[in-house]
């Protein structure tokens, strides 16, 4: 398991694929010990490098990862098997905004780690799926550090992708159905929980 780990950090750093920090999991996983959680989805699985770490943090917990570069799926597949947690991590080959998840599936934990400029459509579709008392948590809120300064990023596409990062924070900010915590671990994470969930 640690040499898997260690060989999909290699991959990741070869094939420029961005996987989560290392602070970033570290929370991750504590919070699914602390809070028993059990369903776990996932939505940009990349190399099931955060998605494999997530379910090894609890005997429980499940996780669903969804990924929609072919390229990227696979290797999370065979890496899924080189740890022998097939019946752990459920890794699906599909966009997210296309899949169709059964009525009536819930997740404790929705974690939401894909296209960066989709964040706000992710989190519209998803929310239906997440169990009462569960949380919705983001990734990449900072973006290296450009989130806050996208006036003042040259590349047209950047700034764009920035712009929508920045909507995104507005968009929890002033979510009148979920409050959410803002957390500087990493490149950035929220935490979101339903008002009328808590206690
Ligand atoms: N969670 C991973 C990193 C994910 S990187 C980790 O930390 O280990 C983001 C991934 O999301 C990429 O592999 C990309 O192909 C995928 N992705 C982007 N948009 C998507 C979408 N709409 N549906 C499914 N996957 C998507
Ligand atoms: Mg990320």
Not at 26 to 35: E, P, W
Not at 159 to 166: A, Y
């Amino acid at each position: 398991m640690k040499n898997l780990i260690l060989e999909m950090e290699e991959y990741a750093k070869e094939h420029n694929v961005p996987i989560i920090e290392k602070e970033s999991i570290a929370f991750l996983m504590k919070f699914i010990k602390q809070h028993d959680i059990k369903n776990v989805l996932e939505i940009g699985s990349a190399i099931g490098y955060s998605g494999i770490l997530m379910a090894s943090s609890s005997r429980q917990v499940k996780v669903t990862t969804i990924e929609r570069d072919e390229t990227n799926y696979m290797e999370a597949l065979k890496n899924v098997k080189k740890c022998g947690f097939e019946g752990k991590v459920t890794v699906v080959f599909q966009d997210a905004l296309e899949l169709n998840l059964a009525e009536g599936t819930e997740y404790d934990l929705i974690f939401i780690d894909a296209a960066k400029g989709q964040y706000k459509k992710f989190f519209e579709k998803y929310k239906y799926f997440l169990a009462p008392g569960g949380a919705i948590i983001t990734d990449n809120l900072k973006f290296h550090g450009y989130v806050g300064k996208s006036d003042k990023i040259e590349s047209k596409n950047l700034r764009q992708l920035v712009g929508k990062i920045e909507g995104y924070i507005d968009f929890l900010k002033t979510n009148e159905e979920f409050d959410t915590e803002f957390l500087d671990i990493g490149d950035g994470l929220s935490v979101s929980v339903r008002k009328n969930d808590e206690k």
